[in-house]
């Protein structure tokens, strides 16, 4: 497996995505986002009708995926059966069952050896809950990406905010601080950082400052 690997976890809304994106794009290194597997799984379920607790069938489902991830200059897009499914993903419907799908072990399983696939030649960005922890343990460089709940409820309203969606911002709120405790509190693969991770509070920080951390963190580690 190529050993250079920088694994960056944490909540939704902390900036880990457009973090992992300029990353990669910067190094010229693959992009693996794990949640978009874990929104495939949940968006198929709505799609075929599967109940958010039949695991068997959701565990199938994680098995036979026929995904493909292409670049699309600014981040990655999902194919599944090669038609362009991301937009799609990015719904609050979808990344709610996402984080219910994502408590189920055998699904976790199944997604396991597809994501060490993505640890490819010159080198991975791995962007998640559990990268650090159980995907990639023995990744040299860990990053665990946080912000308060109240700056991620702010970041997301904007987004949507631009977008033209008439989005309540209490809503928001609670909305991340129940997906919060479910990716935090849950048995399997919670979302905590490795130990060895550094832990980066980007609340009062801009992207390029994140960037800048994870890059002086990763020289101290590997050729970058
Ligand atoms: O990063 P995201 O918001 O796209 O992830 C959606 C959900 O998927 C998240 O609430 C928890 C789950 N997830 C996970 O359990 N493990 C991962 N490595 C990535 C995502």
């Not at 909540?11 to 693959?30: D, E, M, N, R, Y």
């Not at 069938?57 to 897009?77: E, K, M, Q, W, Y």
């Not at 209490?170 to 849950?186: G, T, V």
């Amino acid at each position: 497996m190529v050993q250079n690997i920088i694994t960056i976890d944490g909540p939704s809304g902390s900036g880990k995505g457009t973090v992992c994106q300029l990353l990669a794009t910067k190094l010229g290194w693959h992009l693996l986002d794990s949640g978009a597997l874990y929104r495939i799984i949940a968006y198929l379920a709505f799609e075929k009708n599967i109940s958010l607790e039949d695991i068997d069938t959701l565990t199938d489902l994680a098995l036979h995926l026929d995904v493909r991830f292409i670049s699309n200059g600014s981040g990655v897009d999902a194919l599944f059966n090669g038609v362009n499914i991301s937009d799609k993903l990015r719904t609050e419907k979808v990344a709610s069952a996402a984080s219910q799908i994502a408590i189920l072990q055998p699904v976790r399983d199944a997604l396991l050896a597809r994501q060490k696939e993505f640890a490819k030649s010159p080198g991975l960005i791995a962007d998640g809950r559990d990268m650090g922890t159980v995907v990639f343990p023995d990744a040299p460089v860990k990053i665990f990406l946080d912000a308060t709940a109240k700056e991620r409820a702010q970041r997301r309203f904007k987004q949507l905010q631009v977008k033209g969606f008439d989005v309540k911002i209490a809503n928001i709120l609670s909305e991340i601080k129940a997906r919060d405790h479910r990716d935090r509190h849950r048995t399997v693969a919670p979302l905590v950082p490795a130990t060895n991770a550094l832990v980066i509070d980007s609340t009062a920080l801009s992207i390029g400052e994140v960037v800048n951390q994870v890059l002086d963190f990763a020289r101290l580690k590997i050729e970058v």
